[in-house]
């Protein structure tokens, strides 16, 4: 299965008329946070894949309509949610660890409940299988390289105690700013896991 990842930026090969045909095929679009909902319902128009999505800490995955808002159309916010494609498994936590007030913040409590929400489901799962989740998809990252150096930009604790009760294959996230020439992009944890930034659009095989 391939995936195209978004994040955080509208970026021209999506936001283009040639999209998707200017990019190989892909079977699901994971779209990880701080993407208009206008971008979001514009991609959903374009492909004939499903596009699962989670908040950002920002406010923008909204579409004001006669001025009221709503979410975006022809996609799933997967917050809080499992969704299934092809036999595999998604998980999606939106938001980031509360470092100002407003949408989009969440406690610690708040972030080690939903990391336990679906626990009854994954569990026997991972007992079976082995992973209990095919992809975890965050708009926060976890600790560790792709993580920020502030504290606005710092990894959520409690996706390291989901990584190690359901053992996604793949851990997608977006929101921390890519610095530098050679930002780290990609990473696998000591427990196997492969995390992913999404900033801007990626290609992965899953």
Not at 5 to 11: A, I, N, P, R, T
Not at 33 to 46: C, I, M, R, S
Not at 135 to 154: C, I, K, M, Q
């Amino acid at each position: 299965m391939r995936l195209l990842l978004l994040s955080d930026q509208v970026h021209p090969h999506i936001h283009s008329p040639r999209f998707p045909e200017n990019l190989p095929p892909f079977d699901l679009v994971l779209a990880a946070g701080d993407l208009p909902g206008e971008y979001l319902e514009y991609v959903a128009t374009k492909v004939r894949v499903p596009v699962l999505y989670v908040p950002g800490n920002h406010g923008e995955e909204w579409v004001w309509e006669g001025g009221k808002r709503r979410r975006p159309g022809g996609v799933v916010n997967l917050h809080g949610r499992l969704f299934r494609h092809r036999g595999r498994l998604f998980y999606g936590i939106g938001g980031v660890p509360r470092y100002r007030e407003g949408e989009g913040q969440l406690s610690e409590a708040e972030l080690y409940r939903l990391a336990l929400k679906p626990l009854p489901l994954l569990l026997p799962r991972r007992l079976l299988l082995g992973h209990g989740l095919d992809v975890l998809l965050t708009h926060a990252p976890p600790p560790g390289p792709t993580s920020g150096e502030d504290f606005a930009h710092r990894g959520a604790g409690a996706f390291l105690l989901l990584h190690r009760l359901y053992r996604p294959r793949l851990h997608v996230h977006g929101h921390t700013p890519l610095l530098g020439a050679n930002p780290k992009r990609r990473h696998r944890t000591p427990l196997g896991v492969e995390v992913v930034h999404a900033q801007g659009y990626a290609l992965i095989a899953l």
